[in-house]
């Protein structure tokens, strides 16, 4: 297959600058990341007149926040059912909540700052591959409805071509109230947000390592980077899938898992409602799920966690071969139609697959999205944010654990993946 191997958002999108020169000596908050979540958070605290610093290993927008497939989706990874055995009902409530704000607050950051990209309440489906995963739809609506006060539709199997230009499927749900974004133009323009707000961006800076520091007796701590290092009062990570061994005590909770995408040369009009006539966010009820969805230029965009492991040349190569076969046996009428791109990204999976924020090692950290963090992250961030302003904030997601892997068997590298993806395919031919 001859294509090229690029990421068909930032052919969309320019990023700002970061700020010029040194990195200062000292700051009262530095960030490490900017994407969603670190410009999110740096947005927040500058505005409350907070000296914020964010460090970026590459450049800004360059880890997920770019590369994602621009779904705002309600809900989270686990389903309520899930959740609320987990933890409770009365805190799943507020995990809900927690994901509709997080919409909210995306939408409301596009309209404050004017930012051109293409956000939609377009609504999300969900499909069913099979017959079981439908009869499960009707008893989740039910209780979204009556704990969450949410409302979402199923669509029967012979309801479904309304929705979708697949024969495959057993029904669907659709959420109305999810949107869609182009994930790079957003990040590019809430960066831009971010530096009126006075917070810097320092890019080509790679943390290396954090060490306790002292500043006027008061406790502190040094970030050595490969600008310079810097002395702060708190620290946030916001490494989300990247996360290194800079900070080694989180990565050890960080599962790095590979998510590809491809798109299509555009579509004509026709096809294109054909395939998905409400132009809604698709996404499968399987454990390998593909998620898919038009671009604003009528391409069919399609990702899956087809290898594993993150993206490399070799992962990504493989995976758009996977997926394309995959989006065949979805929409056969795609059959004869080219690839443009193919281009792939880091997932940050915990042990319990939830985001998680909180402080460790008087460390501030908020991730953990699970490929569910377009929104997600920028609420963390925001909220974690606050959080350190000295704000009384009811944060669910660092109300609960955060497990470390079973036995403490992995020290940062994923040996185990290609066993848990053998697993999950197992899973998803038995269940
Ligand atoms: C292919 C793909 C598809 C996805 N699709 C969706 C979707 O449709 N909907 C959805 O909700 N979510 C999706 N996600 C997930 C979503 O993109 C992420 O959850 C979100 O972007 C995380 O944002 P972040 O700011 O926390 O991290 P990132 O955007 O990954 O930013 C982390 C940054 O940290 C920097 N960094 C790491 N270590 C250091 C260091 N030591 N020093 C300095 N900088 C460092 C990295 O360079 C990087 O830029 C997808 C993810 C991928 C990969």
């Known amino acids: 297959m001859q294509l090229n191997d ?16 040194e990195v200062p000596a000292r700051t009262d908050v530095a960030i490490i990341g900017a994407g969603f979540t670190g410009l999110s958070a740096a947005r927040t605290l500058a505005k409350r007149g907070v000296n914020v610093v964010i460090l ?16 705002v989706l309600t809900g989270l990874k686990l389903s309520p059912e899930t ?12 995990m809900y909540a927690a994901s509709l704000a997080s919409i909210d607050l995306v939408e409301q950051i596009v309209r404050e700052n004017n930012i051109t990209c293409d956000f939609s309440r377009c609504g999300h489906l969900e499909v069913a591959c099979k017959p079981s995963h ?12 009556r704990e969450f006060n949410h ?9 479904l071509a309304d929705e979708i230009g697949s024969s495959i499927y057993h029904g669907g749900i659709v959420d109305d109230s999810s949107a869609g974004i182009n994930p790079a133009r957003y990040v590019s323009g809430l960066a831009a947000a971010t530096l009126t707000t006075g917070a810097r961006i320092f890019h080509n800076a790679t943390v290396q390592q954090i060490a306790p520091a002292s500043n006027n007796g008061s406790r502190s701590l040094t970030l050595q980077t490969t600008r310079g290092n810097v002395k702060a009062d708190n620290v946030l990570i916001a490494t989300s899938g990247y996360t290194s061994s800079a900070t080694p005590a989180l990565r050890k909770k960080i599962i790095p898992i590979g998510s590809f995408i491809i798109t299509t040369d555009p579509l004509s009009d026709s096809l294109a409602r054909e395939l998905s ?20 230029d009528n391409r069919m965009l399609f990702g899956g966690r087809a290898a594993f492991f993150p993206e490399t040349k070799n992962t990504i190569r493989r995976s758009a071969e996977i997926l394309r076969r995959g989006m065949i046996d979805v929409f056969p009428q795609l ?3 080219k690839l443009a791109h193919a281009w792939g990204g880091t997932l940050d999976f915990c042990f319990d697959t939830m985001p998680h924020s909180g402080q460790m090692d008087g460390i501030y950290y908020a991730l953990g999205y699970a490929g569910h963090g377009v ?3 920028t609420y963390l961030g925001a909220k974690i944010a606050e959080h350190i302003c000295g704000d009384e904030t009811d944060i669910p997601f660092s109300a609960i654990p955060f497990p470390g892997a079973p036995l403490g068997l992995y020290n940062g590298r994923p040996w185990f993946l290609p066993f848990a993806g053998a697993y999950y395919k197992v899973l998803d031919w038995i269940s």
């Open 6 to 21: 690029s990421n068909y958002w930032l052919t969309t999108a320019a990023m700002p600058s970061g700020t010029a020169g």
């Open 56 to 71: 970026e290993a590459n450049s800004i927008g360059w880890g997920a926040s770019s590369r994602n497939g621009g779904m």
């Open 83 to 94: 959740l609320s055995n987990r933890y409770g009902m009365e805190l799943t409530r507020k």
């Open 134 to 145: 439908f009869d499960s739809y009707a008893r989740s609506v039910e209780t979204i409805a």
């Open 151 to 159: 409302q979402l539709r199923v669509i029967p199997r012979v309801e």
């Open 277 to 296: 006539p409400r132009n809604r966010m698709i996404y499968d009820s399987k454990h390998y799920l593909y998620y898919y969805r038009l671009t604003p």
């Open 335 to 337: 059959r004869d139609t």
């Open 375 to 377: 929104a997600m992250a």
